[in-house]
């Protein structure tokens, strides 16, 4: 492929974006979801890159991904009763020791 080519291709954006148009007094419009910090978080644990990631405020949506990665890297999730389930608004992803330790952390603070 002609390099000019791709150049021509990818320097403009479509639809246009104007942001001289928009008011700095209008708030932004709130996501359905957590954002992209959850999928982060829960990838950090699956890389091992952290040992712990605790999602509080979550939606099933937010969470529901997430399960089968960090399961599949050995990892551990549960909502903070201990319980499979991501309609709590709660995940905790670790890795299996620490994950039953944070879990009775959070039961001994109730």
């Known amino acids: ?3 000019n080519v791709w150049n021509t291709q990818v320097a403009q954006t479509i639809p246009t974006l ?4 928009t008011d700095p007094g209008t708030p932004l419009p709130r996501k359905p979801s957590a954002g992209s ?5 829960g990838l950090l ?3 091992g890159q952290v040992d ?5 405020g979550a939606g099933p949506w937010d969470i529901a ?8 890297a050995k990892g ?3 909502d903070l009763t201990g319980q499979r389930r991501i309609d709590t608004g709660t995940a905790l992803f670790a890795g299996p020791g620490l994950h039953d330790q944070l879990l ?3 039961a001994s603070a109730h």
Do not use: Y
Not at 52 to 56: C, G, P, R, T
Not at 65 to 72: N, R, Y
């Open 18 to 21: 104007d942001w001289s148009r």
């Open 37 to 41: 910090g959850t999928c982060h978080g």
């Open 76 to 78: 551990v999730f549960s």
């Open 1 to 3: 492929m002609n390099e």
């Open 45 to 47: 644990v699956a890389t």
């Open 65 to 72: 991904a997430l399960v089968p990665i960090v399961e599949e």
């Open 52 to 56: 712990a990631f605790l999602l509080m």
């Open 104 to 106: 009775n952390l959070a």
